[in-house]
Every structure is written in structure tokens, then in C-alpha cells.
């Protein structure tokens, strides 16, 4: 279109303060917050102005714009942040907000978000206290670590860990480890943020002890461990055991305190072992046989001067990262400015306390830490829950709209954990005799103001019960049924 024409267009589009009264949008009054009906028909106004402008509209749609306006003030009117139903089969599902909290960790939160705290508060010298103090005892006695600090989330703890011990030196990491691990944490650019000497060793797929041997210089500060997450290698692969690294810094530690050689000025004195852990696992967990990953007690016990992991992966709490390591070495963590910046509130710092308090009993963390919980139960469990839902889905839905099965399915941990291991797991099969998978689909996320989240699988919609909570099985009979009754309309 000639420049003119679209100039004349846009001065057809009609203003925000005339959409305001059309009587579609003056329905809203009541139901929407004035503030963000006006928001909502200015944003629709911006993009049919967007699109005159890229050419893609040769006329105003004056109803289609009222009506786009009056479905934005209707999403922006419900909370954005909110629960979701998760029957995808993904424990660990990152975009669903990763781990469900135990109820005693929802209820500690609950406690001190309502009110007044000891956040900061030492109630047996009346002074000061330290948040730090709240977890660091309960990671200490489950994972025989000296020290521990909690941060805002694992990556964060890898960056003050790299900050405070590698800024301005080598660190050491295996070619084979240099992984991406889901939302853009990459470990070369976090290690170029941080400010660290990166210094590959190895190849993609074999790294020896030799390698390391052969990097280590006078002012090499670590030997960088990464967990590959959700990466894994298949086949003619070899990495390097910590307990090996520990050698090599050992023997290095020695000859740095026997002064023989020139240490560069402000070199490291000494050059530690960092594993960043990832998924954070506390108890082993028998029932995955040969998927069980070491726990963070083991890279303690095997030698590690730091370990780091997520607080809302295999452990199950909410979102944080912890670092454990040497008592001298924390302390370093806790005084660097990142620290402040990096920290945890007090919401988080309650229901991490209460999770790690369920973890004293390692059967009682099983059974009440939801993502430890969904990791362990047996299929049979599983089943049962299944078919209560498939029966409450009978109940629910109108007849002859869609034929249910029991299916076998095999589920995920998710959160990059354990990428290898299948989850047997039962899920209901919904096959539609009206309407279709896709459009249910759609509806049971698009619509509801509790989303649902299944899965398509060949025309059909699977709701997978591993991952469904008490209680959730009622509000998903109820929502299927509903696409029948509304969605379709
Ligand atoms: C998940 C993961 C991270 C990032 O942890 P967040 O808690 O998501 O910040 C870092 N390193 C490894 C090995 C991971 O698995």
C-alpha cells in the first residue's frame, strides 16, 4: 500500500476513548478493573495499528478490534500467576513451576508471610541474627558437609561460587561438560560472567585424570565438575571421578604450601574441587535401580570442597540454590557482595526449612515431599488413581462424547533429572466421539480458569496420574466435562 493510503487508514482507527463506550466493552464494567480495560483496548488498538503498518490489513475492523479488546480485559482481569493441574506425566515440569511443596513447607511459608518473623531475629541473644542460620544446620546433618549457604537458585550459586574462588584465575572443566542446561544457563558464558579463566580439557566425549594433570598451572583455582542434566553421551565415553580430582588437588595443595616453585602474585593458594551437582538428590532412591544418581552426601564423602544444586528439583522444595563445602570456604560465599544480592526471602527461606526438615526421616520425605513422592510410588499406586479418575470422568462427562481407556504409559522426572530413566506410569485415555484431542486441549489450558495440562497422543488426550495431586481428579472430570458442554459450543 502507497504510504498515503496507509496514513489515511490510520486515521480510521478508532479512539480509545469512543472504544470505551462501545457497549461490549461498557459490559465489562463490574466483572474487569476500569485500569486494565483501558489497558486492554489500548494494547488492541496498538496492534491493529501494528498491522496497517506492516501492511497487513487494508481495512479497520472496528468489531473485530472491540472484540479482541474485550478478550484482553477479560485475561488481564484473572490472575496471570496461577495453579495449573499438572496430568502431563512431567514431575519435574519446569514451565509448571518445577516441584510442588509439601504441605508442611506451604504452611511455614503461609506462617511467615503472614506475619512478623525471626528472618533476622537470634530469640536466644535478643541481637542480630543471620537468615542464613535457619537451614544450615538441617543441609549440614544431611549431607555430612561442614557449611552450607542457600541462594536464589542454582545458577545463582554457581555464579557467586565462580565469583568468589575463580574470578581472575583458571578453573579447569572437562570439553564434555560444557553443556547448555535449559533457559539459557550456558557453563562457558556463566564462567565468562563470572569473570573465570576457562580452561577446556579433554574431548566431547573422553576426558582422563591425565587431562586435568597436564592443566593444572600455578594459578589454576578449581577443578570445575558440571552434572550434564538432561545431556547424556551413550557409548565410547569416559569422564573423570571426583575422587580422582581430589587426588590431583591434593597433590597440587601440597606443593603450593611447600613453597617450592614461583607462585604468580595473587595466585590461589589453593586449588579446590567444585561439582555443580544440578539436581540436588539427598536420599538415594532404591526404586530407580541403575538410574539412582549420587546424592550430595556422596560428592562430600568423595572429596569435594564445594558441591552445588537446586532446591526445587529432586529435592522437591522451592526454589533455591545451596552450596555446601568447608566451613572457610562458605564463609568466603557468605561475605561476597553477590551473596546480598543473591539471597534468599523469607518465604522461600521457611519453606526450604520445612522441606529439609521432612528429609530428617527419609520415609516421611518419601510420602509427603510431593516430587519425592511421585518419583518413588509404585505403578500399581499409580493405577489406582487412574481409574478412580476415569471413573469420575464417567460420571462427569455427558454420554456419548468420548470413549476412556486405561493405558500404560511411561512418564519423566523432568527438571533435566534423570534423562534416562522411563517412569512406568498409568494415564487415561480420552478418545473424542464429538469434538477432538486438539481443540480439548486447547480449551482445558485457553479456557479454564485452572488450566489442565495432559498430553496428545495419536488423536487422543492422555491425563497421566502420576503427577495429578489429591483432590485435582473431581476439578479434571469437571473441566473435560465442561469442553462438552461449553467448549464445543
Ligand atoms: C538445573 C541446573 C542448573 C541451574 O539450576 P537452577 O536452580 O535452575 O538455577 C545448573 N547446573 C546444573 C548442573 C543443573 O542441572
Redesign the pocket.
Known amino acids: 500500500m502507497p504510504p498515503t493510503a496507509i496514513r489515511e487508514l490510520l486515521r480510521t482507527l478508532p479512539k480509545v476513548e469512543d472504544l470505551l463506550h462501545a457497549s461490549c466493552i461498557e459490559a465489562l464494567a463490574g466483572r474487569v478493573p476500569r485500569p486494565l480495560i483501558v489497558e486492554a483496548v489500548r494494547a488492541a488498538v496498538d496492534q491493529a495499528r501494528a498491522a496497517i503498518l506492516e501492511g497487513a490489513r487494508t481495512q479497520v475492523d472496528t468489531q473485530g478490534i472491540e472484540r479482541d479488546a474485550c478478550s484482553r480485559a477479560l485475561a488481564l482481569g484473572r490472575p496471570s500467576l496461577r495453579r495449573v493441574i499438572n496430568a502431563s506425566g512431567v514431575i519435574i515440569h519446569t514451565n509448571l513451576g518445577r516441584s510442588a511443596l509439601a504441605p508442611a513447607a506451604v504452611q511455614a511459608a503461609c506462617d511467615v508471610a503472614r506475619g512478623y518473623s525471626t528472618l533476622e531475629y537470634d530469640t536466644s541473644t535478643l541481637a542480630r541474627g543471620s537468615r542464613h542460620d535457619h537451614c544450615e544446620r538441617l543441609i549440614c546433618a544431611l549431607t555430612g558437609a561442614e557449611a552450607a549457604v542457600a541462594v536464589n ?4 550459586a ?1 555464579m557467586l561460587v565462580l565469583s568468589e574462588f575463580a574470578a581472575g584465575h583458571e578453573a579447569v572443566v572437562s570439553r564434555g561438560e560444557l553443556v547448555e ?1 535449559g533457559g539459557s ?1 550456558r557453563v562457558p558464558d556463566i564462567m565468562a560472567l563470572s569473570h573465570a579463566q576457562m580452561v577446556e580439557v579433554g574431548t566431547t566425549n573422553k576426558t582422563h585424570v591425565a587431562d586435568y594433570a597436564r592443566a593444572i598451572q600455578a594459578d589454576t583455582s578449581m577443578l570445575l565438575k ?2 550434564p ?1 538432561n545431556y547424556r553421551m551413550i557409548g565410547f565415553t569416559e569422564s573423570v571421578d571426583v575422587r580422582e580430582l581430589r587426588r590431583l588437588a591434593d597433590a597440587e595443595n601440597e606443593r603450593r604450601h611447600a613453597g617450592t616453585g614461583v607462585a604468580p602474585a595473587g595466585a590461589p593458594d589453593e586449588l579446590l574441587v567444585y561439582e ?4 540436588g538428590v539427598l536420599v538415594h532412591l532404591a526404586t530407580l535401580g541403575e538410574h539412582a544418581e549420587p546424592t550430595v552426601a556422596d560428592s562430600v564423602a568423595r572429596g569435594c570442597d564445594l558441591v552445588s544444586f ?1 532446591g ?2 529432586l529435592l522437591g522444595g522451592p ?1 533455591a ?1 545451596i552450596v555446601v563445602g568447608a566451613k572457610r570456604h562458605i564463609d568466603r560465599l557468605k561475605a561476597n557482595p553477590l551473596a546480598r544480592a543473591l539471597r534468599l526471602d523469607k518465604m522461600t527461606l521457611a519453606a526450604l526449612e520445612a522441606t529439609l526438615r521432612l528429609y530428617l526421616d527419609g520415609e516421611r520425605a518419601a510420602s509427603e515431599v510431593p516430587t519425592l513422592r511421585m518419583l518413588v510410588e509404585p505403578a500399581e499406586t499409580v493405577r489406582l488413581r487412574a481409574e478412580k479418575l476415569v471413573e469420575a470422568l464417567t460420571a462427569a462427562l455427558p454420554p456419548q462424547c468420548a470413549a476412556l481407556s486405561l493405558v500404560e504409559e511411561v512418564g519423566r522426572a523432568g ?2 533429572a534423570l534423562p534416562m530413566c522411563d517412569i512406568p506410569t498409568w494415564a487415561v485415555r480420552v478418545e473424542f466421539l464429538r469434538g477432538d484431542a486438539l481443540s480439548c486441549e486447547r480449551y482445558l489450558v485457553s479456557e479454564r480458569e485452572v488450566p489442565v495440562v495432559g498430553r496428545i497422543k495419536r488423536d487422543a488426550l492422555l491425563l497421566d496420574a502420576r503427577t495429578v495431586l489429591e483432590g485435582e481428579g473431581d476439578e479434571i472430570a469437571r473441566a473435560v466435562a465442561s469442553y462438552f458442554e461449553e467448549g464445543l459450543a
Request: hydrophobic fraction near 30%.
Open positions: 537458585n542454582n545458577a545463582a554457581v542446561i544457563f558440571v552434572h542434566s555443580d551437582q544440578g539436581s537446586s526445587d528439583k526454589q540454590g527438571g533435566g
